[in-house]
């Protein structure tokens, strides 16, 4: 005995060849538009990160660039005073000409160090994870210690000497005693230390001297025809109250002599 089975006309209808291959299509298109939506978003979210990545660790190694930028000004001031100690040194009789060369003390700069940036960088766990490459966060964080130990071991403690010695223009002893030479070659060890840190650290992350020069570029403006005015006459101020400095100088010393 043969069982027939009822089929609904409307189930025919959509088991027929062409509704099938409309319904597949179909199907395919919305999955495939899914996956492109979805996926089209998974890969911009990627790209900002690494955007902001790569954003967050050049902003890091332009503060360690301006970093270094300072003690290799320190380093020419501290060689050029190394110099002149050894100079007066093997010949005192030099020490009243080239007494006054050591005002050049009052180049080295010890306040441009903003810790902006690092403050960032250390109280941020989102800036770490955003850089997300433990060996970059190690670099940085072993370059701000050494930053710490230069001020402590080089601008603290010169500038203390400094306002200790106040008159050494007025003391072959003084000057000699300023260890000048010291503090050159401990300048030095840190600037080569530095320097190291940060070309590890751009090499961790790929980062070139040309992409740190347009970051640069971005972060400087442009003086206005204003800024330029002010400069100059700021210059022209100074250089009158030099000559008016070296002039009441030259009056006291001529007091002295009488």
Same mark, same amino acid.
């Given at each position: 005995?043969?069982? /027939? ?7 025919? @209808? ?13 199907? #395919? @298109? ?29 902003? &890091? ?15 020419? #001031?501290? $060689?050029?005073?190394? =110099? ?12 009243? $000409? ?20 690092? =403050? ?17 966060? $190690?670099? #940085?964080?072993?370059?701000?210690? $050494? =930053? ?17 010695? =106040? ?18 070659? &401990?300048? @030095?060890?840190?600037? #080569? ?34 800024? &330029? ?7 022209? /101020? ?13 009056? /006291? ?6």
């Amino acid at each position: 005995m043969r069982i /027939k089975l009822y089929t609904p006309k409307s189930l025919k @209808a959509i088991c027929s060849k062409p509704m099938l291959q409309d319904f597949l299509l179909s199907l #395919v @298109a919305t999955t495939i538009s899914i996956i492109l939506t979805f996926g089209t978003a998974y890969f911009i979210d990627r790209n900002k990160k690494e955007n902001d990545k790569l954003e967050i660790a050049k902003m &890091l190694i332009y503060d360690m660039d301006m970093t270094i930028h300072t003690v290799e000004e320190n380093d020419s #001031v501290l $060689s050029y005073l190394s =110099r002149l100690s050894q100079e007066i040194a093997q010949h005192p009789e030099s020490f009243d $000409s080239l007494k006054y060369d050591f005002l050049a003390v009052g180049s080295l700069t010890w306040d441009r160090f903003p810790e902006t940036t690092e =403050r960032i960088f250390s109280t941020s766990i989102e800036t770490i994870n955003t850089i997300g490459n433990a060996n970059f966060v $190690s670099e #940085v964080s072993s370059f701000y210690i $050494s =930053r710490k130990e230069y001020k402590r071991q080089i601008s603290e403690s010169l500038d203390e000497a400094i306002k200790k010695n =106040r008159g050494m223009k007025d003391s072959l002893q003084v000057i000699l005693d300023m260890d000048f030479p010291f503090y050159a070659i &401990l300048n @030095a060890g840190f600037l #080569v230390d530095m320097i190291k840190c940060r070309n590890r650290s751009m090499r961790l992350l790929g980062i070139s001297k040309e992409d740190m020069k347009a970051f640069a570029k971005r972060q400087k403006i442009p003086a206005s025809d204003e800024d &330029l005015a002010a400069d100059s006459l700021f210059n022209i /101020k100074e250089e009158t109250y030099l000559e008016i400095t070296r002039i009441i100088q030259e009056a /006291k010393e001529n007091l002295q002599e009488e």
